[in-house]
Every structure is written in structure tokens, then in C-alpha cells.
């Protein structure tokens, strides 16, 4: 059996259902719990099965609803993208002063849209990640941004993850970057994207520590990123009783980066990358993680950075 913790709230999966009553039993003989029967939502995340076709889909949409009516969205116009064409003039740091109640407001605001992104909507996944590091002084802008955002969950609120468990591809990523996208440093936004059974399990937009000196560069630092998170899965399935024993396929839009990857030779353009990021060709090497050129055209992490977070149609 598989149990979740999560404060007071527990979510315990298995494979016979007589092993699951006697926990239970154990765990109410010690505790006061409230058994709430077949799993329909955990922590704001509604859960629909459909056992005839094993198919299990996920969404936030009683969430959403509410944070939609707590800003005041609920009737606004919905957008269709994540952020208007242009925003990115509009995120750098505000050289002006916020007020309190306008910090406060903001980081309401920008925590709701992370619960929401990092539950079940990697589509928000750059928009948000970008509008949180302006959260400790934003400026006007960033809070129409943050409303923008807003405004696309209320078009998307009904959209949902929805995992095919009859014929659902196995684990597999996609890794990609944008080069100097951050106008305050020069920083490269990084992104990646996991899934299995035909649907997403993990994601992640962020800036990278360092600056890239050129695309390459960037490319190959985001794949390292992703190849940690696939080496993980690796070891959580395993934990859960599925061995993986074939490499993770990590696609990646870079032929400069792939190659840079699998040449164990440091050339002059490459000495400087650091150490730690070069663990990606022991990935490959052991056969944890297997790279893929991918054209960019079939790039499903293409929507988490600036190359394309701004104009998805």
C-alpha cells in the first residue's frame, strides 16, 4: 500500500481493498478521522476515474472558482493566453516604491496562481514564475499582468490532466531554453516538462543561477535540470514497486547541446560550464536518461520560457 500525508489529511492507495479496511481500522482504534470513502478530491485537486477505460483526470476547478470571485474576476473578459504579446518590456524590477496593501494584495494574489500552476495547469507555469520575483515591490504592471493571468484561468477553468492508464505512453521529458531572456541580469529562463499515460506529472519554469553565454550553453544547463528531476522519478518508481529499466528519452530542440552532452571532450567553449552540470553525461553514459534531438516545432517545454510564453496560441 501506498499512503499520503499531508497534515491532516491521508490518501492511502493499494491493491486489495481488504488491506486498505484494515488500516483504516488501525488508524481509527488511535485517531478521530472522518472516512470520506473513494478518493473524489485531495487538497483542492477534484479527482474524476473512469475505471471502464482506466482513465484518471485531475483539475482545480472549485479552487479557481473561488480565487476567480475572491479578486473580483469571475465576470471579467477571459484571455486566451497566459500573458499578452509585449508583457515582456513590463517584467523587470519597478523602480518606484509598492505600498503594503499593495505587496499584500499582489502576493495574495501570485500564491493563488502558484497553488493553482503547481496542481494541474503547467500552462501557467512561465507567466507565474516570472510575476513571482517582481512579489517583494510590484509595480502596476506586474498586477495587470497578474489580473492577465487571471483572466486566462477563467477561459481555461475547465480544463483538466487526463491520464490514459489502458494506452498511455511511458515516462518521457522535454527540456528546453530561452537564452538572456531576463532583462534585470541576463539570466536564461529555463524549462521542463514529464509525462506519462499521455499527460503531464511534473514541470517547472525558472530562472537558472548562471548566465549562459550563448544558446548551447543555456540549452545544456536546462537539459541538466531536467535530467536531475527524470533520475528522481527513476528512483520514486522504483520506491512505488515499477522499475524503470529502460533510459528516461529527454527531448531536447538543440542538436549544439545534445552533441556537447554525449562528446565527453571539455573544449574551450565548454570548460567554463560548471562541474555540477556536467552529471548530465553520467545520466547518459549509465543509461539513466537517453537524449533526443527534438525540431522545435514538436517541442512540448517550448511554452516555458519567453521564446514562446508570450504568444501560444
Not at 135 to 153: I, M
Not at 235 to 264: Q, R, T, W
Request: charged residues 20%.
Amino acid at each position: 500500500m501506498i499512503v499520503i500525508l499531508y497534515v491532516d489529511d491521508i490518501t492511502i492507495l493499494g491493491r486489495s481493498l481488504i488491506a486498505i479496511d484494515h488500516l483504516k481500522d488501525q488508524i481509527t482504534k488511535r485517531y478521530e478521522v472522518t472516512d470520506l470513502g473513494n478518493i473524489e478530491s485531495y487538497l483542492g485537486i477534484r479527482i474524476l476515474r473512469d475505471h471502464s477505460i482506466k482513465r484518471l483526470t485531475i483539475d482545480q476547478l472549485g479552487y479557481v472558482k473561488d480565487i476567480l470571485d475572491h479578486f473580483g474576476m469571475a465576470d471579467t473578459n477571459p484571455n486566451h493566453t497566459p500573458l499578452p504579446t509585449g508583457a515582456d518590456v513590463h517584467l523587470i524590477k519597478y523602480d518606484g516604491q509598492a505600498s503594503q496593501k499593495d505587496i499584500k494584495h499582489y502576493q495574495s494574489l501570485i500564491g493563488s496562481l502558484l497553488y493553482v500552476q503547481i496542481g494541474t495547469c503547467p500552462d501557467l507555469s512561465f507567466a507565474v514564475s516570472r510575476l513571482a520575483q517582481y512579489a517583494s515591490n510590484p509595480s502596476p504592471q506586474h498586477h495587470r499582468l497578474a489580473q492577465y493571468v487571471l483572466s486566462y484561468l477563467l477561459k481555461t477553468k475547465d480544463m483538466c490532466l487526463s491520464y490514459d492508464g489502458a494506452e498511455g505512453d511511458g515516462l518521457h521529458g522535454y527540456s528546453d531554453s530561452s537564452l538572456a531572456d531576463q532583462t534585470d541580469d541576463h539570466h536564461s529562463t529555463c524549462g521542463f516538462v514529464f509525462l506519462l499515460a499521455n499527460a503531464a506529472i511534473g514541470w517547472a519554469s525558472r530562472k537558472q543561477r548562471t548566465v549562459a553565454q550563448n544558446t548551447t550553453e543555456a540549452e545544456y544547463m536546462a537539459m541538466t535540470d531536467a535530467s536531475n528531476q527524470g533520475v528522481w522519478y527513476r528512483s520514486f518508481l522504483s520506491e512505488l514497486g515499477y522499475e524503470v529499466n529502460a533510459p528516461i528519452p529527454l527531448h531536447c530542440d538543440n542538436k549544439g547541446a545534445v552533441d556537447l552532452a554525449l562528446n565527453p571532450v571539455t573544449g574551450r567553449r565548454s570548460k567554463h560550464i560548471e562541474i555540477r552540470h556536467h552529471v548530465l553525461r553520467e545520466y547518459s553514459e549509465s543509461k539513466q536518461i537517453s537524449l533526443i534531438r527534438t525540431p522545435t516545432v514538436e517541442m512540448v517545454a517550448d511554452g516555458f520560457n519567453l521564446d514562446m510564453g508570450l504568444t501560444m496560441p
